[in-house]
């Protein structure tokens, strides 16, 4: 993991496209404006765990039903 250290209203650039900018800091939380292309999807860790979580679900129930139905073809 690379560590930085910013101060208000510096930057970090991540390749050609993004950069985070620290906007605001109080007491214990940092606010960070994100500048990406639109194309890339920006989300909060735990939303990001929680799409994959209900992504996997989706495939996972997708493939028990296909497995229910090919049985009540066969039968």
């Known amino acids: 993991m690379l560590v930085l250290t910013r101060k208000l209203q510096e930057a970090i ?3 050609e496209n993004i950069e985070l900018t620290v906007l605001s800091i109080d007491g214990d939380q940092v606010k960070l404006g994100i ?3 639109k194309q890339i999807e920006i989300h909060r860790k735990e939303v ?3 799409i994959q979580e209900e992504n ?3 495939a996972s129930t997708s493939i028990n039903t296909f497995k229910a ?3 009540l073809k066969n039968t």
């Open 13 to 15: 650039k991540i390749g």
């Open 35 to 37: 500048s990406a292309p």
């Open 48 to 50: 990001f765990l929680s």
């Open 56 to 58: 996997d679900q989706a």
């Open 69 to 71: 139905l090919k049985k």
